[in-house]
């Protein structure tokens, strides 16, 4: 990946690689225990692990150090699995496109054939670089040969080895005493576990998944992208066939934890990552990002803008050129309009911020109208203390106005337009806080016979 960031912790869609893969696998609800064999910044890993995982699903980290191979690196493991009998799932980190579906499938068909051991496997028209299923006459598994180790005969198997693994833990076990590293690698294979099963005589299979895509394997920034848009396709055929509008398909990234209502419309070149919910017969205009943890009414519209961790209530506009922030809460018949960020700020219903204003930390009661240019300036730069404004039901505030927090403006309140706020207003009444205005006569042309 040529990063300072490890491969797995690359992201996409807003969910890094690992992350993808370790929830589809707890969703198969057949998973009691994780295990996260780390090697390459393990510290970045381990620590994304406990953060992520920590409190909702028990996960252990193991370092595999010297690497010295896949089968090595499952070997780690064998210590903290001491007296399981049951069965283990091995599968790789960088494989984000398993679904639920395909991995519950394939430990289903595991218990079913009674095997000691079941590989994955997928047929490609073109298997360069991945290892090979050697079958024999009878179409059994004998094998897996590695592309580097592989003869121009075995080169020319087109089933392939997905790199998941189901193992009946008591009886493969000892296999990771008895593989060899005597290969072109100089490593411990772990696919090498299954010839040691086959002569071993336990009944061996192979189970093989028909979305190929789902075993896509990242190694670099292009396979990233490829995975991308991928997962977005995939996504976005859901919900058309759920009765969501793309415009424009090819342009569009939407994350598959991202749910839209019917009679939406989604127009070219929008962005959705993490999870978001949107109600019915919403629009979401050309070029908006949806950041994550977004939550909608119906009939909302966010046109052209940035949008993240934010509620919005029903019939409310965001945009164009707007930007909610984190924290934001929005009740129904709100307007959010041209070039207006909101951060950390609930706006009860009906309530207009219309223009070229910065609303942070603050609470805006119901029917309140913020004229073009107000900021609520909410942070004091010697202390570092965010404070809030407080708007009551009606209030007006004029525009270029700046509003100083901790500052209240009771019920039907207004603040004339330009004015500088320090102190609460009453309900009722009108604030004015600017300098009075000068008029001096003449005097752009005594200005310029002095110049």
């Given at each position: 990946m040529k990063s300072s960031l490890p491969k797995v912790l690359h992201k996409i869609l807003g969910k890094p690689l690992l992350e993808r893969v370790m929830d589809s696998v707890f969703k198969t609800g057949c998973v009691d225990e994780a295990i996260v064999i780390t090697g390459h910044m393990s510290e970045e890993v381990e620590k994304f692990v406990k953060t992520t995982y920590e409190g909702k699903f028990p996960v252990t980290t193991i370092i595999q150090q010297p690497q010295l191979g896949t089968g090595h690196a499952?070997?780690?493991?064998?210590?903290?699995?001491k007296g399981f009998n049951g069965t283990v799932l091995v599968l790789c980190g960088d494989t984000p496109l398993l679904s639920e579906e395909g991995l519950s499938e394939f430990v289903k068909k595991h218990h079913e054939s009674g095997a000691a051991l079941t590989v994955m496997s997928a047929l490609f028209d073109d298997p360069t670089n991945y290892g090979r299923i050697v079958r024999d006459e009878n179409?059994?598994?004998?094998?897996?040969?590695?592309?580097?180790?592989?003869?121009?005969e075995e080169k020319e198997i087109k089933e392939i080895n997905a790199g998941v693994y189901c193992f009946e833990w008591e009886k493969i076990a000892p296999a990771f005493f008895e593989i060899k590293n005597n290969n072109a690698q100089g490593e411990y294979y772990l696919t090498d576990v299954v010839d040691w099963s086959v002569k071993k005589g336990y009944k061996t299979a192979v189970s093989t998944i028909f979305n190929n895509y789902e075993i896509f394997g990242?190694?670099?920034?292009?396979?990233?992208?490829?995975?991308?848009?991928i997962l977005s396709s995939k996504t976005i055929e859901k919900l058309m066939d759920a009765?969501?509008?793309f415009v424009s398909p090819e342009t569009t990234l939407v994350s598959p934890e991202t749910q839209i209502g019917a009679d939406s419309v989604v127009y070219p070149g929008c962005v959705f990552e993490g999870v978001n919910t949107f109600g019915a017969n919403c629009t979401i205009g050309p070029n908006t990002y949806i950041g994550g943890n977004v939550t909608t009414a119906d009939n909302v519209k966010i046109l052209q803008s940035r949008v993240s961790n934010s509620q919005i209530g029903a019939n409310s506009t965001v945009g164009p050129f707007a930007h909610l922030r984190d924290g934001?809460?929005?009740?129904?018949?709100?307007?959010?309009?041209?070039?207006?960020?909101v951060k950390k700020s609930r706006i009860a219903g009906s309530t207009n911020v219309s223009h070229l204003s910065y609303i942070g930390d603050a609470t805006l009661g119901s029917h309140v109208n913020i004229g073009a240019g107000t900021i609520t300036a909410n942070y004091d730069p010697l202390t570092k203390v965010k404070s809030r404004t407080?708007?009551?039901?009606?209030?007006?505030?004029?525009?270029?106005?700046?509003?100083i927090a901790p500052v209240t403006v009771e019920k039907?309140?207004?603040?004339?337009?330009?004015?500088?706020?320090?102190k609460d207003v009453p309900a009722g009444s009108l604030a004015i806080a600017r300098e009075k205005q000068k008029v001096l006569d003449g005097w752009v042309e005594k200005k310029l016979k002095k110049d």
């Open positions: 499952v070997f780690m493991a064998h210590d903290r699995l179409w059994h598994v004998r094998k897996i040969v590695e592309e580097k180790d592989a003869t121009p990242i190694n670099s920034r292009q396979h990233l992208a490829e995975a991308t848009k009765g969501v509008t934001v809460e929005i009740a129904e018949n709100v307007r959010i309009g041209n070039f207006v960020e407080m708007l009551a039901d009606g209030v007006k505030i004029g525009s270029n106005s700046v509003l039907d309140a207004n603040v004339a337009a330009g004015s500088v706020i320090t």
